[in-house]
């Protein structure tokens, strides 16, 4: 069983990176107060914004892929030559 202090400390520690990631990548998300961020999400779950997410995640991969795999080419044409 948690002591209050350890509730706490974990409910400061959950705020704590929402307002990082609500700072760094979210600048239309508001809130009243910080408690407000100890429970739920903070991003929106619409339909557009969750087609816009799951596009960019994609498209991410996609690109972090092929530089994997130009790096590989690369590398292994130093090697033979």
């Given at each position: 069983m948690r002591t209050r202090a350890e509730r706490?400390?974990?409910r400061v520690?959950?705020?704590?990176?929402?307002k990082r990631i609500i700072k760094e990548h979210n600048n239309y998300w508001s809130y009243a107060y910080d408690g407000v961020l100890n429970k739920?999400?903070?991003?929106?779950s619409?339909?557009?914004?969750?087609h816009i997410r799951r596009y960019i995640s994609s498209a991410k991969k996609r690109t972090?892929?092929?530089?994997?795999?130009e790096g590989l080419k690369e590398y292994f044409?130093?090697?033979?030559e």
């Open positions: 706490r400390h974990f520690k959950t705020i704590k990176r929402k739920g999400k903070i991003h929106c619409c339909p557009i914004c969750k972090d892929k092929l530089k994997f795999i044409n130093k090697e033979v």
